[in-house]
């Protein structure tokens, strides 16, 4: 499997949470190309942290909602969370708000030096009807059937991340995440494996479910001017690709690569669809996005070359 490319930051000393994921993996393996790489997690997943450690990632074991970040340097030029607190047992909200929130302030209280602070949130929490959603749009609570406490956690996670910015006065970006992928998987990764295996991918009944998906590829290479506009109090910034695709859209383009044709089945459990206005992220970071066709080929190449037609 091919990582993404290398990052434009070079000979820093970075801290990156929620390495061992399918965002933060390839993101820590770009980094530590040229650079000092930090990876505090819990590490349950013992394969991810050997693939971390063969790429000189120097893997912490920790819990970051205790705020004991043993090992983990406090004097770090940039703090990247990546971190995503797992949906609590019976919706705990109490135990949601720990996960999100309380834990990336303890880890900015600890890095409170840091030159700049990069946040990944979610375009999950805008209001529907704004389509696409820009960055000053309304902000609302999707209760979704499956994470009933996810978008209250992340609401709560960028309120504790702005007050940390001015409290330390860390220059701090809050990225809005939309839909990554790349050959780590992702989300259109779990529906090429239900492609071939033959099982229906739920969809939301309000289509098509359009959204904005980003490679890793770029995420990787937006990271550097992202953090450039880092900044007390905290920039905020959508996070997607140009191109607004829809599931259907990308599902069909993957079963074409197998030679499978996918099945849908409208659910109360999907994800509401939901598109972003780009603009400020391509003023902040260029463009030269990777088509989504290109990296949906690329990404079936990387888990199912087998297949591949």
């Not at 993101?27 to 505090?40: D, E, H, M, S």
């Not at 790349?182 to 989300?187: A, E, I, L, S």
């Amino acid at each position: 499997m091919d990582d993404c490319r290398e990052s434009a930051i070079v000979d820093r000393t970075i801290v990156v949470t929620g390495a061992t994921g399918t965002v933060g993996l390839p993101i820590a393996l770009a980094l530590a190309k040229q650079n000092t790489v930090w990876a505090p997690a819990r590490f349950s997943d013992e394969q991810a942290r050997a693939t971390l450690e063969a790429a000189g990632v120097r893997c912490v074991r920790c819990d970051l909602t205790t705020g004991d970040f043993t090992g983990v340097p406090s004097k770090v030029d940039h703090v990247l969370n990546f971190a995503r607190a797992a949906e609590p047992p019976g919706g705990d909200f109490d135990q949601a708000i720990t996960g999100h929130a309380e834990s990336v302030g303890l880890l900015m209280a600890h890095c409170s030096e840091a030159g700049s602070v990069l946040h990944c949130s979610s375009t999950s929490m805008y209001r529907r009807g704004s389509a696409p959603a820009k960055e000053t749009d309304p902000l609302t609570d999707d209760r979704h059937a499956r994470r009933t406490t996810y978008t209250i956690g992340k609401l709560c996670a960028e309120a504790v991340v702005r007050t940390m910015a001015r409290l330390y006065d860390i220059p701090s970006v809050i990225a809005r995440l939309n839909v990554p992928y790349g050959d780590y998987g992702g989300w259109p990764g779990s529906h090429l494996h239900a492609i071939v295996a033959g099982t229906p991918i739920p969809l939301h009944e309000r289509r098509p479910n359009l959204f904005n998906p980003l490679h890793s590829d770029d995420i990787v290479r937006t990271i550097p001017p992202l953090l450039d506009a880092a900044s007390v109090p905290a920039t905020i910034v959508n996070w997607g690709g140009p191109d607004v695709v829809s599931i259907e859209e990308w599902a069909e383009h993957l079963g074409s690569l197998v030679g499978r044709t996918p099945s849908f089945v409208v659910s109360p459990d999907a994800t509401e669809p939901v598109t972003i206005d780009t603009s400020k992220l391509v003023a902040l970071t260029g463009s030269g996005f990777v088509d989504w066709r290109d990296g949906m080929r690329r990404m079936v190449e990387a888990l199912h070359p087998e297949l591949l037609s």
